[in-house]
């Protein structure tokens, strides 16, 4: 470990190690934080990614532990516990006296509860009593009349209770049997009248296969009647329209010998074949004469057209030129844009520069400023901040010492006034006195010292002995001599030593309180001086920091202000910077438009034409240079085309030739074949195809007439002989089944076959009427029969019902009903109040309870019910509250009897108070580590923001291939610093637009940097890189590989892959050193 620094084997793999889930991770931390700078530099510098779920999981077990207005946390949970538990033991800790005094009242109430409970049972009995007799008076008042109204009728018989419906049906059956009986004769004797009045002829039923056979024949016959007519005229028409074609061929002499104008199939066929090659052939031979003439003439004016435009000229450099300044985009439009751009740089650093205080210059002088870095500036505001916090701790320890010496001093001050508490220095000094008083009396001598006055002023003792003895008598014993004050010396000495023995606490409190007097009078010296010298670094300081601004002319502020000063400041400054390069793009610019200028107007002189002046915007130039191209190759086209086309008319022109003459060959020939085929219909060479036609459309039209006279003919002819033997058909079955419709069929055929038709029918329908009648009148015997039977069955019943209520007629059944519905009405209410009277009576008899409960009065009933009723009620509420006290004594009897339940609570509140302070100890842990991650990883921030995050910017953009021009910290609407990306048009795009790849080279961008940055200054450790690279195409592998060459430069590099691609991409790329490749 001391080899490597001090660092052990997690820090090793988590700072100089890292693979593609580690890169993940940190690409997942940027989106997740929210681009956090603060985080992700700790993450990156540490490799200990995830460092904000560690800090939520503090915060939320913290927060699991206590919250200030939280309820429900573990620790309020026990803190009220522990309240229940200590008031619990405080109630369990009652005098004995309450203990006798609850059980006192205990048996009190027991004994009174027993009273009321016996006194209850009385009246309730008394109640029940009363409540029964109050009951049962109604049902006895009922009882009387009840056995009166049963005596009129003990005579009644007892009847079935189905009885009554018994009787109802027999007479309804009775009187339904009746009604049909009645209803089935009257219908009897109509049916047979019906039938004696219809008659059916038997002969026309006997032929109706005949009769349907010739009525089914009538259609067709008067069918051909009605188109007999029309057919005449048809064949009278054809044969006039056949005589008519005949005249307009002039033959034959007559309509028979017309079939000697049929032609055969060949015949037919050949002249219309000619007929129809005629148009063709001639218009072939027209359309090939006139292409043969047309296509001379196309020839002469397409050589006239060649001969009129201008030489074929080349415009490949102009075109060229052309594209190449179309590459390079709209020039002009680049130029205004880049323009407005920079004046609108310029603008908005003037106004930037003029919201900048304590600067008063130029934007170029503000670049040049010797500004202290943004490290000095932290630094100072670090070191300025713990200077005033030092004078202000000491300023603080002053005060409390001040007040802490008052407080002493007013305590000793108190001490005095009360009485002088003597102290041991007192008592050494007083004995200190009185041995120097003894060693006086020792060289003065005993006699000497006891004389009056004090041989003091003898000349035989030493002068300074002397002294001192004339001093000792003054203090001790004024006027006296030397034994005399000796004396007074040690009386004096042993006072203090008895009053030190006596006021031994007050000495003692005098002697602490001077020893912290003592102790507070050094502390303040020291921190005199201390304070004293934390002033002076203060102002030692704040004139170094003034130094800092010295060379720029700047007054300056707090650092914290300055360090906020410092970025409107450095924007403008990369503003200026800015503004330099759209200046020099914008002049690049300028330049290449002229260069491209030069080039045009060198390719338009060299086709003979003018050229364009400067003046001239570069895209009209290049409008015009598109123009002329456009037009010189149009010409071009239009020339090659025409020469093309001579060409290819010339090499038409004898085959055109060729043509007209073979039309002109086969219309010859068609010519000798149409003579001979058109003398077989009487026509000449000459005549036409549309002649021959005309002629050969009116043979055929004189034929098929002839054809369709011949076949009316025939069909008029079938027509009068079926007309003739239907006729006699007719006749003949008239004469066997109605021969009085023979004259009518001799004048009417179709009038005597309707009325046939209509007698058959009539009998028909007769026939079916007949034996539907028979059918009606056979069911209705049948009818009359089965009423005629229930009748019977009725009538038995009713005699049965007779017999069973002793009556001679069924009329009497009725009144029977009812006095046997009176005698069961009046039984079965009797019944029913003499067993609710058993039931009220309550074990006594029936008899018994009846006369004891007449002798009573209802009212006086009413009155002691609702009387017992109320005290029920009373000592029902008494006894409810002797109830409660009972509970009352008995629980706190129960919770005084002696056991251990303060003890267990005493103990429980003991074991709560130790996991509230365990939870308590865990929660500062809890909070205390959350606060100290985040202060570290801020700290970690301040310290490497600047130069790190400046080079993770550069290896940022290398990595991305220039998509992004580097990072930025940025701070959002809550002040924390963010990280975001910054495109080349200076556009800022935060990780949350960012894809996962980027985010991931971000997080490998400020890894390198950070490592980079620990290496200054101690030994190079290797960074291990496991299979990164896995997922990036060959272009940013490359740039990956670039970055992490350079890093070797520093440090060693060692890459493990499993992917071979990787390698060649290493060893392809130009720039990159020596390259170590091993196999494993």
């Not at 008494?878 to 629980?891: D, F, I, P, T």
């Given at each position: 470990v001391s080899v490597l620094g001090g660092i052990d084997e997690t820090a090793f793999t988590q700072r100089f190690g890292i693979d593609y889930e580690e890169l993940r991770r940190g690409g997942n931390l940027l989106v997740s934080g929210g681009g956090d700078l603060g985080e992700i530099l700790f993450a990156a510098g540490t490799g200990a990614v995830g460092l904000s779920a560690v800090q939520q999981q503090l915060q939320e077990d913290a927060e699991a532990l206590f919250k200030p207005r939280g309820s429900n946390q573990r620790i309020a949970v026990n803190l009220s516990e522990l309240e229940r538990l200590r008031k619990e033991i405080r109630d369990t800790q009652l005098p004995t006296s309450q203990w006798v005094e609850h059980d006192r009242e205990l048996r009190k109430a027991e004994k009174r509860q027993r009273e009321l409970d016996a006194e209850l049972n009385r009246k309730r009995i008394e109640r029940s009593r009363l409540d029964r007799i109050r009951q049962s008076l109604p049902l006895i008042g009922r009882l009387g009349p009840l056995r009166a109204a049963l005596a009129n009728v003990a005579d009644a018989p007892l009847l079935?209770?189905?009885?009554?419906?018994?009787?109802?049906?027999?007479?309804?059956?009775?009187?339904?049997?009746?009604?049909?009986?009645?209803?089935?004769?009257?219908?009897?004797?109509?049916?047979?009248?019906?039938?004696?009045?219809?008659?059916?002829?038997t002969e026309l039923v006997e032929h109706r296969t005949a009769i349907t056979q010739l009525h089914a024949?009538?259609?067709?016959?008067?069918?051909?009647?009605?188109?007999?007519?029309?057919?005449?005229?048809?064949?009278?028409?054809?044969?006039?329209?056949?005589?008519?074609?005949?005249?307009?061929l002039a033959r034959p002499a007559s309509l028979t010998e017309a079939d000697s104008l049929r032609l055969s199939k060949l015949q037919r066929r050949k002249i219309q074949d000619l007929a129809g090659e005629f148009k063709a052939l001639f218009e072939a031979q027209r359309l090939s004469q006139e292409e043969f003439q047309k296509l001379g003439e196309r020839i002469q004016r397409v050589q006239a057209e060649v001969d009129r435009l201008p030489p074929e000229r080349n415009v490949a450099d102009l075109d060229r030129t052309?594209?190449?300044?179309?590459?390079?985009?709209?020039?002009?439009?680049?130029?205004?844009?880049?323009?407005?751009?920079?004046?609108?740089?310029?603008?908005?650093?003037?106004?930037?520069?003029?919201?900048?205080?304590?600067?008063?210059?130029?934007?170029?002088?503000?670049?040049?400023?010797?500004?202290?870095?943004?490290?000095?500036?932290?630094?100072?505001?670090?070191?300025?901040?713990?200077?005033?916090?030092?004078?202000?701790?000491?300023?603080?320890?002053?005060?409390?010492?001040?007040?802490?010496?008052?407080?002493?001093?007013?305590?000793?001050?108190?001490?005095?006034?009360?009485?002088?508490v003597p102290t041991e220095v007192e008592l050494s000094a007083i004995r200190q006195r009185r041995d120097v008083g003894w060693d006086l009396i020792q060289k003065v001598g005993l006699d000497a010292a006891a004389n009056q006055p004090s041989p003091i002023s003898s000349p035989a003792l030493d002068r300074s002995v002397a002294e001192s003895a004339q001093d000792f008598v003054a203090e001790f014993a004024p006027g006296g001599n030397l034994l005399v004050a000796f004396r007074a010396s040690i009386e004096q000495a042993d006072l203090i030593a008895d009053r030190l023995r006596r006021e031994a606490d007050r000495v003692a409190q005098r002697a602490q309180l001077t020893a912290e007097l003592q102790q507070i009078e050094a502390d303040l010296g020291h921190s005199t001086q201390a304070c004293t010298e934390a002033e002076h670094r203060r102002e030692q300081l704040g004139c170094d920091w003034q130094s800092q601004w010295t060379p720029t002319g700047i007054e300056p502020l707090s650092p914290r202000e300055m360090r906020s000063w410092r970025t409107p400041q450095q924007e403008l400054v990369e503003v200026a910077a800015e503004i330099r390069q759209r200046q020099a793009d914008l002049q690049l610019v300028h330049s290449q438009i002229s260069s491209y200028r030069a080039e045009l107007n060198t390719c338009l002189a060299a086709l003979d034409l003018p050229t364009r002046v400067a003046e001239e915007s570069l895209a009209q130039t290049l409008d015009f240079c598109e123009e002329t191209v456009a037009l010189i190759k149009k010409q071009n086209q239009q020339r090659e085309r025409q020469a093309s086309e001579l060409e290819s008319l010339r090499e038409s022109l004898p085959e055109a030739e060729r043509k007209a003459q073979g039309a002109q060959d086969a219309l010859h020939e068609w010519r000798s074949n149409w003579a001979q085929a058109v003398a077989t219909i009487g026509l000449d060479a000459d005549a036409q195809p549309a002649e021959a036609n005309a002629v050969l459309e009116t043979v055929d039209e004189l034929l098929q007439a002839v054809d369709e006279s011949r076949r009316l003919d025939e069909r008029i002819s079938g027509i009068d002989a079926d007309a003739q033997q239907f006729q006699l058909s007719v006749r003949q079955l008239l004469a066997q089944v109605a021969?009085?419709?023979?004259?009518?069929?001799?004048?009417?055929?179709?009038?005597?076959?309707?009325?046939?038709?209509?007698?058959?029918?009539?009998?028909?329908?007769?026939q079916t009427k007949i034996q539907s009648w028979q059918e009606q009148l056979q069911k209705q015997q049948v009818a009359r029969e089965a009423a005629a039977t229930r009748m019977t069955q009725a009538q038995q019943q009713l005699r049965q019902l007779c017999v069973q209520a002793g009556c001679d007629s069924p009329g009497e059944l009725p009144q029977a009903e009812e006095r046997a519905a009176q005698r069961r009405q009046a039984e079965t209410e009797i019944q029913a109040l003499e067993q609710r009277l058993g039931e009220l009576a309550g074990g006594a008899t029936l008899a018994g309870w009846i006369e004891q409960t007449e002798q009573a009065d209802a009212d006086r009933v009413a009155i002691d019910l609702q009387a017992l009723d109320e005290g029920i009620a009373a000592l029902e509420q008494?006894?409810?509250?002797?109830?409660?006290?009972?509970?009352?004594?008995?629980?706190e009897l129960k919770r005084m009897d002696g056991s251990s339940k303060a003890a267990d609570a005493q103990n429980e509140a003991e074991h709560l108070l130790a996991a509230i302070r365990g939870d308590a100890e865990q929660y500062v842990r809890c909070r205390l580590a959350a606060a100290i991650l985040s202060r570290a990883m801020e700290r970690f921030r301040q310290t490497s923001q600047g130069p790190v995050l400046a080079r993770a910017s550069e290896l940022f953009a290398m990595l991305t291939l220039g998509s992004f021009a580097g990072l930025q910290a940025e701070y959002d609407e809550k002040g924390h610093a963010v990280l975001v990306g910054v495109r080349a048009n200076r556009q800022k795009v935060p990780v949350s637009g960012m894809s996962e790849g980027t985010c991931d080279q971000i997080y490998l961008a400020l890894r390198i940097a950070l490592l980079e940055s620990s290496l200054v200054g101690r030994e190079p450790l290797p960074l291990i890189v496991d299979d990164i690279l896995a997922m990036y195409d060959d272009q940013r592998a490359g740039a990956a590989l670039r970055v992490l060459w350079q890093l070797s430069t520093k440090t060693q590099v060692i890459l493990f892959t499993h992917h071979s691609h990787l390698v060649e991409i290493a060893r392809q790329l130009p720039d990159l050193g020596a390259l170590s490749v091993i196999e494993l």
């Open positions: 079935l209770a189905s009885f009554s419906v018994d009787r109802r049906e027999a007479e309804l059956k009775l009187a339904t049997a009746q009604t049909d009986e009645a209803q089935a004769h009257q219908e009897c004797e109509r049916l047979q009248r019906e039938l004696k009045s219809v008659q059916v002829p024949e009538l259609g067709s016959y008067q069918k051909a009647a009605q188109d007999r007519p029309r057919l005449v005229a048809q064949r009278d028409s054809a044969q006039r329209d056949a005589a008519n074609r005949v005249t307009q052309i594209r190449q300044v179309q590459k390079s985009g709209n020039l002009d439009a680049q130029t205004i844009k880049a323009q407005a751009e920079l004046d609108r740089l310029i603008q908005q650093s003037e106004i930037a520069l003029a919201r900048l205080p304590l600067f008063q210059g130029t934007l170029a002088e503000l670049e040049k400023l010797p500004l202290p870095n943004l490290e000095t500036i932290e630094r100072f505001e670090t070191v300025l901040a713990d200077a005033e916090v030092a004078v202000r701790r000491c300023r603080e320890k002053l005060e409390r010492l001040n007040e802490d010496r008052l407080r002493v001093q007013s305590q000793l001050d108190i001490l005095r006034l009360e009485r002088d021969s009085d419709l023979v004259d009518t069929a001799n004048t009417s055929t179709e009038r005597a076959v309707a009325d046939l038709v209509d007698r058959l029918n009539r009998a028909l329908t007769d008494e006894k409810q509250s002797v109830s409660e006290a009972l509970g009352a004594h008995r629980n």
